[in-house]
Each structure stands twice: as C-alpha cells, then as structure tokens.
C-alpha cells in the first residue's frame, strides 16, 4: 500500500529580517562607521598639522634669509630691550647709501616678528609702517647682542645678532592664547654684522648701544 507523499509547507516569498538580526546589522555597521570617521578624521589633522608646520616653517625661514642680508652688512647693532611687553632691537645700514635705521619688534599679543625702517638723523622721526616677517612666532628672549671682543685672539672680531623664536604650528592665529594649542619649532640663528667692530667706550660702556633707538614707542 503506497503511503501518501507528504507535503512541504510553502516558502513565503515575501519573507524578511528579523528583529534581531536587523540589530545585528545595525550594529555592525555602526562600529564601521565609528572606525571610518575615525580614520578619516585622523587623516585630516596630519595633513592639517603638515601643512601648518610647512606654513610656519616658511615664513621663518624667509624672514632669516632677508635678516641675513641686512644685519651681513649693518654698521652697528642696538642693546635689545623690552616696551610695554614687546621686544625691540634696532641696526644700521646703508640704503642707497643713505644711513637708515631698522628696528625688529617681537609683539607679544599677537606673535608678530616685524619690521620697520627709517631715516637716520632726518629732520622728522617718520618710521614707515610694521612689515610682519612672520606670524605665530613665540620666545623667552627673541634678541641678544653679542659685542665683538678684539682683545683676545679666540674672540669674535665683529657685532653680533642672536635671534632665538619658536614657531607655533597648528595653533591657529590672531593672540596668544590661540597657540596654546598647537605645537613649536624652535628657530636659533646668529647673524655677524660684518661692519660692526667697534671696542669700548673708555667708560667700559658698548657705543652701540643706544644705536637708532630713538624711535621706540613711536606708533607707525
């Protein structure tokens, strides 16, 4: 006798997910999400913090190079000093054979490194206007002069300009407090004024010193 063929309960064609395996997927793709946000985001900061750092970096390095040709060249060099929280120091130099003043300027609140020139000895004290050489700049003590020692055989025969800043990558611009975020590169160069020689008073004092210091404190 022939048993009877059994019949199989018929698929639903429109059958779907599950409550739980819906989850499941979601899950999953949020932790993908999580890690390609991630990954991008980290992306984004090193090329940020590269092309910030190459920013910066820049502009130090041409403000050294064209500090390079003057202070080569200049005739004597100032005693730094600090005013109303800015670093100033100042150097002479023939320009079209004119004697000419130039004072750099460290401005503390926005992180300036700047420059300003005049004529030395004019009739009116007329400073053009502050150039910034480089931006986000920091330091402890931005200038220091070195007398030139002609009394030992070891000593340096001419002025020189230590020039020590840091610049500040990936802080952002505009005060000191935006830079509090980024990190720094310190910049540490002498320059020679090669035509800076001069000894000592016969009070010991250094007659360079108060060399074009006539126009600090003047707005320009």
């Not at 004597?76 to 750099?104: F, H, K």
């Amino acid at each position: 006798m022939m048993r009877p063929l059994s019949r199989r309960a018929p698929v639903r064609e429109d059958a779907g997910l599950t409550l739980v395996e819906v989850m499941v997927a979601m899950g999953v793709m949020s932790v993908v999400m999580v890690i390609a946000t991630t990954a991008i985001t980290q992306i984004y900061q090193s090329v940020n913090e590269s092309e910030n750092s190459s920013e910066a970096q820049t502009q130090v390095t041409r403000a050294f190079a064209r500090l390079d040709q003057e202070i080569r060249y200049a005739r004597a060099i100032s005693t730094p000093a600090v005013l109303n929280g800015d670093y100033y120091v100042e150097y002479l130099i023939s320009a079209d054979n004119v004697d000419t003043c130039v004072e750099l300027r460290l401005r503390t609140s926005t992180n300036d490194l700047q420059r300003r020139q005049w004529t030395k000895s004019a009739s009116a004290l007329t400073p053009t206007s502050w150039t910034t050489l480089a931006a986000v700049v920091t330091s402890g003590v931005p200038f220091t002069t070195i007398a030139a020692d002609r009394d030992t055989l070891t000593g340096f025969r001419f002025q020189r300009l230590r020039l020590t800043v840091s610049a500040v990558l990936g802080g952002g611009t505009g005060s000191a407090s935006s830079t509090s975020g980024g990190s720094t590169r310190q910049t540490d160069v002498t320059f020679t004024a090669l035509n800076a020689t001069a000894g000592k008073n016969p009070n010991g004092s250094d007659p360079n010193a108060a060399t074009c210091i006539e126009a600090r404190g003047i707005a320009s």
